[in-house]
């Protein structure tokens, strides 16, 4: 078990160099994250890369295009930032089939499958004869999920969510989450705290 432990953290290294230069003509395509039409077009290809291998592929990409990814963090299949301007903590995980957003997501917290971050909850607008407007005229913000959280399976974020906070699946976060608190429901409600009371 240690001779197997020790030759995975010696292969892991390597692996990381690998990949990393594999994607470095593509992300320097993308203008390293900042051309979104070029950035998108690989991000989205990526996300369909299986297995470890893909999992190797999309955090080398992220690394090079990202405000901030460290090696150490995993994006599964099917999951992908629509933004570069996202922050990754170290040790953070990402399931299958998430969609991203600006966000900026602390160390070691956990996104089960189909989670969706969205840049703020007025990304489109109407227009004075209420016809929907392209996301071009909307305001897009930043989300912060703090370090230590737990997002639950086809949650949608669009509000912060405060450190060591739990978001119970098929949740709505549509109004910030304090820390270490439980928050479940559509819209989400706190239903405990740090201090065990029960939320509104």
């Known amino acids: 078990m240690a001779i197997a432990l020790m030759l995975r953290k010696m292969v892991k290294p390597i692996l990381h160099a690998l990949f990393l230069a594999l994607v470095i003509v593509p992300a320097a395509l993308s203008g390293f994250g900042r051309w979104r039409t070029i950035y998108n077009l690989f991000a989205q290809s990526y996300s369909l890369a299986p297995g470890i291998p893909g999992d190797y592929l999309r955090i080398a990409f992220y690394h090079l295009t990202l405000a901030?990814?460290?090696?150490?963090?995993?994006?599964?299949f099917g999951s992908?930032?629509?933004?570069s301007d996202a922050t990754l903590?170290?040790?953070v995980y990402?399931?299958?089939?998430?969609?991203?957003?600006?966000?900026?997501?602390?160390?070691?917290?956990q996104i089960a499958s189909g989670?969706?971050?969205l840049s703020g909850r007025h990304q489109h607008k109407r227009g004075d004869t209420g016809e929907i407007r392209g996301s071009e005229e909307g305001e897009f913000s930043r989300i912060t999920i703090g370090p230590n959280c737990w997002i639950g399976a086809a949650a949608?974020?669009?509000?912060?969510?405060?450190?060591?906070?739990?978001?119970?699946a098929g949740s709505v976060v549509s109004r910030p989450i304090p820390a270490h608190a439980v928050a479940v429901g559509?819209?989400?409600?706190?239903?405990?705290?740090a201090e065990g009371a029960l939320g509104a």
């Open 68 to 76: 901030q990814c460290p090696l150490s963090s995993r994006i599964s």
């Open 89 to 91: 903590g170290p040790g």
């Open 186 to 193: 559509s819209p989400a409600r706190m239903i405990s705290s």
């Open 94 to 109: 990402i399931g299958s089939y998430c969609i991203l957003g600006k966000t900026v997501i602390g160390e070691r917290t």
């Open 80 to 83: 992908f930032f629509a933004h």
């Open 115 to 117: 989670v969706q971050v």
């Open 156 to 168: 949608i974020v669009m509000a912060d969510v405060g450190e060591g906070s739990t978001i119970g």
